[in-house]
């Protein structure tokens, strides 16, 4: 069992950054493809980033791609997402996922940590 916990969301204003830390218990996340995703209010769940198990391939969907950045360190267990130029559309609850190299979903989920950005 992988257990994901969340944090550094907040309340900002548009165009400032945040960090989001996603922390790991339970087993190293080193097997393990990271992801984030967003829900906004009425909306569906969508993928934001994900980082592959070494660290080395990262993919992100066009509404950030340029603002955003995934990163990833194994030895603290622990992956990152770097907000930048936030929106107000960017406003949502994040979460982080992992899945295992050879699953085909993500297998566990974090409670999320809410962004709130303000124009």
């Known amino acids: 069992q992988v257990q994901l916990v969340e944090s550094g969301g907040g309340l900002v204003q548009a165009g400032d950054s945040l960090r989001l830390s996603c922390a790991a218990t339970?087993?190293?996340?080193?097997?393990?493809?990271m992801g984030w995703f967003r829900q906004a209010p009425g909306k569906e769940r969508e993928f934001i980033a994900r980082i592959s198990a070494s660290g080395g391939i990262t993919n992100y969907a066009d509404s950030v791609k340029g603002r955003f950045a995934i990163s990833r360190d194994n030895a603290k267990n622990t992956v990152y997402l770097q907000m930048s130029s936030l929106k107000p559309e960017d406003t949502a609850v994040y979460y982080c996922?992992?899945?295992?190299?050879?699953?085909?979903?993500?297998?566990?989920w974090g409670q999320g940590t809410q962004v709130s950005v303000s124009s």
């Open positions: 996922a992992a899945r295992f190299v050879y699953a085909n979903e993500y297998n566990y």
């Open positions: 339970g087993r190293t996340l080193s097997s393990y493809v």
